[in-house]
Nanobody, 127 residues
Framework: DVQLVESGGGLVQAGGSLTLSCSAS????????IGWFRQAPGKGREGVAC????????YYAHSVRGRFTISSDNAKNTVYLHMNSLKPDDTAVYYC????????????????????WGQGTQVTVSS
């Protein structure tokens, strides 16, 4: 079974940086993308970014483009989300996710179709 375990959340001031990690295991092929959704209080789940295991291609939501960077260390089976220039609007629970068509689910805002989810990690950005 695919397992995703997030770490690295916390409290940071606006303008600061934070890096989330997702330890992924249980994949039987490289035909997957791993990425992040987030959910702010009182709002729906929003796609953030994803990276393909097969070719390391990436996708970013418009709201984080230029501020967040997703990367992968395949040897460690770990995906990172480097978050810079954080804003209070970035406050949310961040979930690591995995799915063969994750890029499409992010683009089409179809969180309910994502196969695998981690338990989530809280990121709070103070103003």
């Amino acid at each position: 079974d695919v397992q995703l375990v997030e770490s690295g959340g916390g409290l940071v001031q606006a303008g600061g940086s934070l890096t989330l990690s997702c330890s992924a295991s249980g994949f039987t092929s490289d035909d997957y993308a791993i990425g992040w959704f987030r959910q702010a209080p009182g709002k729906g789940r929003e796609g953030v970014a994803c990276i393909s295991r097969s070719d390391n291609s990436t996708y970013y939501a418009h709201s984080v483009r230029g501020r967040f960077t997703i990367s992968s260390d395949n040897a460690k089976n770990t995906v990172y989300l480097h978050m810079n220039s954080l804003k209070p609007d970035d406050t949310a629970v961040y979930y690591c996710t995995a799915d063969p068509t994750l890029r499409l689910w992010l683009i089409w805002d179809k969180a309910d179709l994502v196969d695998h989810w981690g338990q989530g990690t809280q990121v709070t950005v103070s103003s």
